[in-house]
């Protein structure tokens, strides 16, 4: 008997060390600094750079504005964001599939401090999380394709989820960018 209850003991014991260590683990995950950012001594050189292209659905399932985004170290071990848009004009979509050159609404370069470090890393978490759940019936919907240069991260979502288009008006507009939002007519109802 006394035996069965070292055992039981035993065996709880060793669980909740698991358990322990589990959360642990998912707890330094889930940090949105370190998801994406992590620190790195002067003597090492992060080569490896992170896009983000975004296109908005404001012309259906013909697609809409482009957005770029560009994430990499440069010589000083900071973190820069080149952001461009590109203009799309709905009325005139046959001419602008033409055009080798997309016209430039606006390009801005940012040096990514701690609170940029966590929007960026919490919206790349949402666009995982979205792409887990991604369901789209249709050939609308927008499209986000995050992924790096040496191709060990490749995420492409296209989805009608509004929270995903949400999420992306915040994180532009913890940098000030315009949002450019879809606009939706709305007929009230008789």
């Known amino acids: 008997m006394k035996s069965l209850m070292m055992f039981i003991l035993m065996v709880l014991t060793l669980s909740c060390e698991k358990a322990n ?3 642990q683990s998912q707890t330094d995950f889930s940090d949105s600094k370190n998801a994406f950012f992590p620190e790195y001594e002067h003597s090492y ?3 490896d750079t992170l896009y983000l292209d975004v296109q908005i659905d404001n012309c259906g399932e013909w697609g809409g504005p ?3 985004f560009k994430i990499y170290v440069d010589s ?3 973190y820069l964001m080149e952001c461009r848009r590109y203009r799309f004009n709905c009325d005139s979509i046959a001419k602008y599939r033409q055009l080798y050159e997309k016209p430039l609404e606006y390009s801005r370069t940012f040096v990514l401090g701690s ?3 966590k929007v960026v890393s919490a919206f790349f978490m949402n666009l995982m999380q979205a792409k887990i759940s991604e369901h789209n019936g249709s050939n609308a919907g927008c499209t986000y394709w995050l992924h790096n240069n040496d191709s060990t ?3 492409y979502v ?3 989820q509004e929270k995903i288009e949400e999420d992306f008006y915040l994180f532009k507009k913890a ?3 315009p949002e450019n939002k879809k606009t939706r007519i709305e007929i009230p109802l008789e």
Do not use: A, C
């Open 158 to 160: 296209h989805t009608e």
């Open 66 to 68: 482009k957005d770029n």
């Open 153 to 155: 991260l490749d995420i």
């Open 21 to 23: 260590r589990l959360e």
């Open 45 to 47: 050189k992060k080569t």
């Open 76 to 78: 000083e071990n900071q």
């Open 115 to 117: 609170m940029h470090k």
């Open 175 to 177: 940098f000030r960018l």
